[in-house]
């Protein structure tokens, strides 16, 4: 599981510097529920099945993510909320109504946008069609299903425990309870994975009723199941050749379809963009919700105590959850930014580059990795293939 980086520790009351706080500024919250039924074999989130929380119940960590928003609204003071992502582990393990109450919760406390994206996770076992019916009528707007893979030998190696149909029934049921925005989450490069199976996986999308599709290319991170066995030798990776042509073929694929790439991993219908990530790689203000979650607010980034169960403590005794922050100088956001908004189809200011980084943008648009758009530099196919090394080469 991926461990939280270093950083001053944070006050007890959660209190930030004033230079931080910026009403005028709209507010993104992502809620972490971290539960699952079982942990997948790559995965290195901050999840845990029930065995693992012992006595910990849903409740107890319902009850401090109440808490939580009572504090945000406490430190933050009057917001205008414009999105609202639940993500995890496995949101949809809790009843549809402790969703719902959440929201509904955060609502009360904030001013929530009139078209506001309220968008939550789903793993495909763990919903029905009265559950979609139920977050619908409880204000969600957006669902995001792990789909991974239709290939049965594919989620074995995953070890996703949904059948190959069950992610596309569940789009259909989303669909007909009237969410608009339905997205599905796919996975390629998994060790056995043919390009017929990535093949058919993309297929299967075009049966589906969603508006958005996220790819990502697999990543054996360490401490999880699948970096032992690929250490061993019981399993093999695929090399970088095999991951680009997928990814070649996702764009080719999605963009047939009428999904537009419009960041590396993320492909939408018009109007269809995920608009909480977009805020994301805006650098916008969002507060974190949960065990191990993270905020950024005003250029102060911090993130909460892991376990739920201390996460739980801390909010019980009056204190602040997070454990650690740090405060990011002019530098350091300028050059997220360059990270961040150089995968985004809009691409990046040049304005926002130094005049040593100018001088080396024409070596990139050379090589066909970018070009030069007005007064913004944009990645190419090629470019968005080696989206980390362009950004690497071009900053000082």
Partial sequence: MAQLPDGDEAPRDGALPASS???????SLYIHVPFC??????????????????????????????????????????????????????????PAEA?????????????????????????????TPQYFDDLRSGGFTRISLGLQSVVPHVLQVLERVHTPR???????????????HVSLDLIYGTPGESRDDWAASLEAVSSAPVDHVSAYSLIVEDGTRLAAQVRRGEIGMPDDDD?????????????????????????????????????????ADWWGIGPGAHSHIGGVRFWNRKHPRS???????????????????HEQRRVERVLLELRVDSGLPLDVLTATELARVAEPVARGLAVVDGDRLRLTRAGRLLADGVTRDLLD
């Fill in 21 to 27: 706080l910026d009403a005028r500024r709209p507010l």
């Fill in 37 to 94: 039924r079982v942990r997948c074999g790559y995965c290195d989130f901050n999840t845990y099945t029930p065995a693992e929380l012992g006595d910990l119940s849903p409740d107890t960590y319902l009850g401090a993510a109440m808490r939580e928003l009572d504090l945000a609204r406490r430190i933050l003071g009057p917001r205008r909320i414009d999105t609202v992502f639940f993500g995890g582990g496995t949101p949809t393990m809790l």
């Fill in 311 to 329: 996460y739980a403590a801390a909010l019980a005794a009056g204190d602040s959850p997070a454990l650690a922050r740090e405060v990011l100088d």
């Fill in 243 to 283: 991951l680009a042509d997928k990814y070649v073929m996702a764009d080719e694929a999605l963009t047939a379809l009428g999904l537009a790439n419009y960041e590396v991993s993320n492909w939408a219908r018009p109007g269809g963009a995920c608009r909480h990530n977009v805020a994301y790689w805006q650098g």
């Fill in 166 to 180: 069950r992610g596309l029934d569940a789009a259909r049921w989303a669909s007909e309870a009237g969410f608009e």
């Fill in 99 to 127: 969703l719902t109450g959440l929201l509904r919760r955060a609502g009360e406390l904030f001013e929530v946008s009139h078209d506001a994206e309220t968008t939550t996770e789903a793993n495909p076992e763990t919903v």
